[in-house]
């Protein structure tokens, strides 16, 4: 089976045939996703047939299982998941939960991105230290050195940020 990473949520719906407007958990701008791309919104499976960028944080989408706006209007606030080889390639921005299992290095230290916890306000990287786990604002994090291939985000975090 794919591997399926969190990618949105189905933030409202627009027109009469259920069109999905979708806030992207990305780092970049939004890109639209390909027809035929096959996405989770909840428990159902959705084929894309049409997608288009709306702004730098929201694409829209139709879908062949969608055909009216109350169908489109169920999955409201429905976490949206796709496989991670239709969105972790070149010209994709980054899904923010590709980076649980990376490692954060900061000076003499490494540690362990155990999850990504989104909301649109602060998403934060829980981080196991040495102690116990801790939150780094992804915003801090995406300020350091991202090497994909490594699964590394090398940054120098603020000192007693371990404590918090």
Known sequence: ??????????????????????????????????????????????????????????ITLDCSELRSVEEADALRGASVSVAESSVLRDGFPVPVYSFEGFTICSGEKSY?????EFNSSNPQLIVQGEDSSFPVPVNMAMSGEINMEKRTITLQLPEGMEEL
């Open 1 to 58: 089976m794919k591997k399926m990473v969190d990618y949105g949520y189905i933030e409202r719906t627009h027109g009469l045939k259920g069109r999905l407007i979708i806030r992207l958990f990305v780092l970049g701008p939004a890109v639209p996703l390909e027809a035929g791309t096959v996405l989770v919104a909840g428990d159902r499976k959705l084929t894309v047939t049409r997608s288009r960028k709306r702004d730098n944080q929201r």
């Open 112 to 116: 362990s991105i155990r999850k990504v």
